[in-house]
């Protein structure tokens, strides 16, 4: 049985690293894609994992194979094309360490999943299926993961929602807002940024945005808040966990280690997120921040995952 199987982008981030002797800026080609991160927090704390995706059959293509079969993710679900390559994404970091994003993707295999690769298998051996709205933004991948979400729900699992909002990957703000939007009221966790919430909401109110998803029917709606930690509500009640005081390098990834650390005690924990204690799930919570607090003390998201030791000593 998986603890969480994953569908969506698999891809190259290129990470700022350093200067050339000219003074050019260089970058370091790291594994990335939100989903793939998220698994690899889960493999890494000890959980067990699977990702549906496709990537090019391109050297990018088999090197984005390895890095999961070493973080231990079952491959069995990832799928090449030779109609498209890997695609890429180029990070930019600001003196905070916060990134933006320009893309290569016109079209990227990630895209190219259509609903025929998708092993359905896998999400019959999972507990948690989550996805993002990457996987949305073009045919065939937003069909094949609708019609992953749907069995998903049909067959009982927990879903798991990551409303990534990224501007240049879509044509136009109105119809992205529909598209991300739309999944929400089949999901049982939702993680957004502050300006995720805002944007799908229309609210300017983080208690008031929650609300509002939180009446949809969502579970756990959960919003980071990087260096102020996480504001959540669920069934009894809402409130917010600070964050862990870290040496940030890099922001890249922090939000998917977050998440992992969620999904991961959800997993693990063996009753019904709505029946889970005030206190275990503020309990999960400070756990998952200290996640993803060490995710941003290293470069890259998939290699700056923390181990589950490295996370006890932090909370320690």
Not at 14 to 27: D, I, R
Not at 92 to 117: C, I, K, Q, W
Not at 288 to 302: D, F, P, Q, R, Y
Request: proline letters at 4%; one cysteine or more; glycine letters at 10%.
């Amino acid at each position: 049985m998986y603890d969480v199987v994953a569908l969506g982008e698999l891809l190259i981030d290129f990470t700022p690293a350093g200067k050339s002797e000219n003074g050019n800026t260089l970058f370091e080609m790291n594994p990335g894609g939100a989903p793939a991160n998220v698994l690899t927090a889960v493999t890494k704390l000890g959980g067990k994992c699977a990702f549906i995706g496709m990537v090019g059959d391109d050297q990018f293509g088999h090197f984005l194979k390895q890095v999961l079969d070493k973080n231990m993710i079952e491959t069995r679900g990832l799928k090449n094309t030779v109609h498209a390559n890997t695609t890429l994404a180029f990070v930019h970091l600001d003196e905070l360490g916060d990134r933006s994003f320009t893309f290569y993707r016109n079209p990227g295999a990630d895209v190219m999943l259509s609903s025929e690769d998708i092993d359905r298998t896998l999400i019959d051996e999972s507990k948690i299926f989550h996805f993002g709205s990457l996987s949305l933004t073009d045919e065939p991948s937003k069909t094949a993961t609708l019609n992953a979400l749907m069995y998903a729900k049909q067959t009982g699992k927990i879903i798991s929602y990551d409303p990534n909002w990224r501007p240049t990957l879509w044509k136009d703000e109105i119809s992205a807002k529909e598209v991300i939007f739309s999944p929400l009221k089949y999901v049982d966790i939702a993680k957004l940024s502050l300006e995720e919430l805002y944007f799908l909401t229309d609210e300017s109110d983080i208690q008031v945005a929650s609300s509002k998803l939180y009446d949809m029917g969502i579970k756990l709606v959960l919003v980071t808040l990087g260096k102020d930690g996480c504001y959540y509500i669920y069934s009894s009640g809402s409130g917010q966990i600070p964050a862990f005081f870290v040496d940030v390098v890099d922001t890249t990834g922090a939000g998917d280690g977050f998440l992992g650390g969620i999904l991961y005690n959800i997993s693990k924990i063996g009753c019904p997120i709505e029946k889970i204690s005030r206190s275990d799930m503020e309990e999960i919570i400070r756990f998952s921040n200290a996640v993803g607090g060490l995710c941003t003390t290293k470069k890259g998201a998939i290699p700056a995952m923390p181990s589950m030791d490295e996370v006890k000593k932090l909370l320690s």
